[in-house]
């Protein structure tokens, strides 16, 4: 019995000193399933505008258009700029007749220019066909501007075609599920390869649809809610506890900061703005813009007027458009000038009333310029790090000239001596109380005894 209990207790011992695990805790066993996600996705599959319902054909139109448009960009940034392309473009076949301008405008604001320039050359390739898009991977990356996981995402979602849809949002889910500890991008072969073995042949669109509000909703960047998971159990990162460190990645340092001038000139009338457009290379290629200088680490603001488009009494604003690029940030200093109405505009560039400014494809960096212009604000004050230093007090103006004073030391104070206090009296002894006294017996008077008196003596007779 004995050496039963000492077993018992040092199982418990060692059993204190093991993790402890719960009920909802996961239990190693087989990978991810598809129909575990499927089942998840028919209670919580997102509503968007792009999005057919359940039991709805998709249009291949706008799984298209989402697809490009969602590439680098949030669904909330999307959405407003998916319902005015809708309207403005209903279909493959009017965007593939309206002009570059007119696309490049209404894409203005969702950056990666070059995206909208190869949606319209894509629209004109599918409008010359027909106005029918490719049903396969294979056939729809022949098309201007769709690469391996629009092509996917595509196929699985607008024609059922069982190929795996691989972006952000997947890459993590699959790369948490697996633990895959190769860092991105070097992984990416082998989560696309993780991601098509799990692809379902029977509703493989509503399975990349369902990675993707997975990654989105649960499985997100940080504090993933992996109670919510219908992959928790089998998600070997989370058994491990280390979700959150996945997927691995390289870091990538950005570029040196640049600097540069934009002119904005505002014509007196009609508040007409000088704009020109960029070369069709390059960042922002045939973007609208202010004219500027060029954008070097190195660039004297000093002389910026030197790069002003015409004669003007420029006038420096306070402040800095700042603007962060893929591989470098930007700083910009504004100059603005009013000019005549009758000033022409020079070669290659136009001035746009300012109520037409929104018809302009402006990217981001240049709508951030113009509102600086018509609305500059100063440069925010920046606040020390830390507790502020104390500075000392002020300091009359010759006292450092003058030599210190010395002043006498004080005499000392005499010392007394403390006289000890008396002793105090005793107190008086109390009476007897009246059951300590005798029957019969008169409490005596306080104090002595009166004196005896003596009478005259008696005579013998």
Request: aromatic content about 6%; glycine content about 6%; overall charge positive.
């Amino acid at each position: 019995m004995i050496a039963a209990g000492l077993r018992l207790c040092s199982a418990i011992l060692v059993d204190l000193t093991m993790p402890l695990r719960t009920a909802t805790d996961p239990e190693p066993g087989p990978g991810p399933r598809a129909d575990d996600l499927l089942a998840w996705y028919d209670r919580h599959r997102r509503v968007l505008p792009w999005r057919a319902l359940a039991g709805e054909v998709p249009e291949p139109y706008r799984v298209w258009l989402s697809e490009v448009m969602l590439q680098q960009t949030t669904i909330a940034a999307v959405r407003p700029y998916f319902e005015r392309f809708l309207t403005r473009f209903p279909d493959v076949f009017a965007l593939a007749d309206a002009p570059e301008e007119a696309v490049m405008s209404a894409w203005a604001g969702l950056g990666y220019y070059s995206r909208a320039r190869n949606l319209h050359a894509c629209a004109k390739a599918v409008a010359a066909g027909g106005g029918r898009f490719p049903d396969t991977a294979e056939g729809l990356r022949k098309l201007p501007g769709i690469g391996a996981y629009t092509a996917g995402a595509i196929a699985a979602i607008a024609f059922d075609r069982q190929e795996a849809a691989v972006d952000g949002n997947v890459e993590r889910v699959l790369s948490r599920a697996y633990a895959v500890e190769t860092p991105l991008p070097g992984s990416r072969p082998e989560i696309r390869r993780l991601t098509q073995a799990l692809v379902p042949a029977d509703r493989p669109g509503d399975f990349a649809q369902a990675l993707m509000d997975l990654g989105a909703t649960i499985c997100t960047p940080k504090r993933p809610a992996c109670a919510l998971c219908p992959w928790m159990r089998p998600c070997r990162a989370r058994a491990l506890g280390i979700q959150e460190t996945f997927p691995r990645k390289i870091k990538v340092t950005k570029g040196a900061l640049r600097r540069g001038a934009a002119f904005v000139a505002i014509r007196s009338g009609d508040e007409a703005v000088l704009l020109r457009t960029r070369a069709p290379e390059g960042l922002l290629g045939n973007m609208a813009e202010p004219p500027g200088s060029a954008w070097e680490p190195d660039y004297d603001v000093a002389a910026a007027l030197l790069d002003a488009p015409l004669d003007a009494r420029w006038k420096r604003l306070p402040g800095l458009v700042r603007h962060g690029f893929t591989h470098f940030p930007l700083e910009l200093t504004v100059f603005v000038a009013r000019v005549a109405l009758a000033t022409a505009a020079p070669s290659g560039m136009r001035f746009t009333p300012r109520s037409a400014l929104d018809d302009e494809p402006l990217p981001g960096l240049m709508r951030k310029v113009l509102a600086h212009a018509f609305d500059p604000k100063p440069e925010p004050e920046k606040k020390p790090r830390g507790r502020p230093k104390k500075e000392p007090p002020p300091m009359p103006l010759l006292a450092a000239m003058e030599p210190p004073v010395s002043m006498p030391d004080p005499e000392p104070r005499p010392r007394v001596r403390a006289v000890p206090k008396p002793p105090p009296k005793p107190a008086p002894a109390p009476p007897p109380e009246a059951d300590d006294l005798l029957e019969g017996e008169v409490e005596p008077p306080a104090g002595p005894p009166p004196p005896r008196r003596r009478g005259p003596a008696r005579r013998r007779s």
